[in-house]
């Protein structure tokens, strides 16, 4: 990144909600076709509630030969027809989870002048934020945000964690360290599931020392006008997998599927797990990315957690040579992750057209 400041002054989210205003800024006014309206945003009341795979992961490590065959197959219909789907019996401790998002909404309910000190530039993004993308006079999104990075080591750096509360920072080494070992255990899976040694995905990311782990709290403050803006403007996930805590009373997450916005409900002491842009690159297509935005709330805020798995920055990432043929030849061309991610840390959330503008053209 060579922009170092915002191109605009920065205004926080949280504050403006809770100044009482009624009507938001014209910057945060997203386009008619963008909206979301009162069929898309919330669950249809006249059938049961659409919801993303549920899948319970302990029939993985029992004695049960078909009980394991049959989650795997579950793993992989999801990655093929959702791109989404939520795990139980995860092996992260609840109230681990419970702790870190907590202690997190704790954090951004601190005086502005605290979390001012963390305020974050467009060269890392790390750091306390409220926009993404360095494009002048773009439409904003509802949103503040807090990104740090876990992993590699060598850009860990846990002084620019908040320090307030005073336990969050030893939380959150404890919480990314567990969602870490989570994220190994589902590429593992998806690496058996492509008909891959199971280390494949794993190797092909630089390895469980070289891979990128970074993450992004988000918070969603009450909205006067919650049907004129967004809290996060639709896209894919630039990088190899997001590994989801939800807020457990509010929902806004919604997924693209079959030309409808569809509300995902969240599962008690579930992770939503999305696949990202490098996994459809590696899969060669034949696991997709999803779009996906965040809704906002009239009367309540809400707290996130996305924790992003991606490969090693400096790897080229192209599809799996095991899953290219003739019949479905490499549909990208080579690209190391830190050129993929500058397209969004310039331009901001879009849709799938980073990923869509890749597809190799000979």
């Not at 003739?326 to 959330?349: A, C, F, Q, V, W």
Request: proline share 7%; glycine share 6%; charged share 25%.
């Amino acid at each position: 990144m060579t922009c170092q400041t915002w191109p605009e002054p920065v205004v926080r989210v949280q504050s403006l909600a809770e100044s009482g205003l009624r009507l938001i800024p014209e910057c945060y006014i997203k386009p008619k076709s963008q909206r979301p309206t009162k069929m898309n945003s919330t669950f249809v009341p006249n059938h049961d509630p659409i919801n993303i795979p549920i899948i319970d992961l302990q029939g993985l490590y029992g004695e049960d030969q078909t009980l394991r065959e049959e989650v795997l197959g579950r793993v992989a219909e999801a990655c093929r027809e959702w791109g989404f789907f939520q795990v139980v019996n995860h092996g992260v401790s609840h109230e681990l989870m419970k702790s870190a998002r907590e202690l997190w909404r704790e954090f951004f309910n601190q005086p502005l002048e605290e979390k001012e000190v963390y305020a974050n530039s467009p060269s890392t993004y790390e750091g306390y934020g409220s926009r993404l993308g360095v494009k002048k006079g773009a439409i904003l999104d509802w949103s503040d945000y807090f990104f740090l990075h876990y992993k590699p080591l060598s850009l860990r750096n846990q002084a620019k964690w908040p320090s307030i509360p005073q336990s969050l920072r030893k939380v959150i080494g404890e919480y990314s360290e567990e969602v870490i070992k989570l994220g190994g255990r589902i590429l593992k899976i998806m690496s058996k599931n492509l008909g891959l040694k199971e280390d494949h995905l794993i190797k092909a990311f630089g390895g469980e020392n070289e891979i990128g782990g970074c993450l992004r709290v988000n918070f969603y403050p009450k909205c006067p006008q919650p049907d004129l803006t967004l809290g996060l403007s639709s896209h894919s996930d630039p990088g190899g997998m997001t590994i989801i805590l939800p807020d457990d009373f509010v929902s806004g997450l919604q997924v693209w599927r079959e030309n409808e916005w569809v509300t995902v409900k969240p599962f008690p002491n579930a992770f939503i797990i999305n696949i990202g842009d490098q996994i459809q690159v590696m899969s060669n297509a034949i696991y997709k990315s999803v779009e996906h935005r965040v809704i906002v709330n009239s009367n309540k805020d809400r707290v996130s957690l996305a924790f992003f798995y991606n490969p090693k920055s400096d790897l080229l990432i192209e599809p799996s040579k095991e899953l290219v043929t003739k019949e479905k030849p490499s549909l990208y061309s080579p690209m190391t992750y830190d050129e993929y991610r500058l397209y969004i840390r310039t331009h901001g959330p879009c849709g799938k057209a980073q990923v869509e503008s890749l597809i190799s053209k000979k």
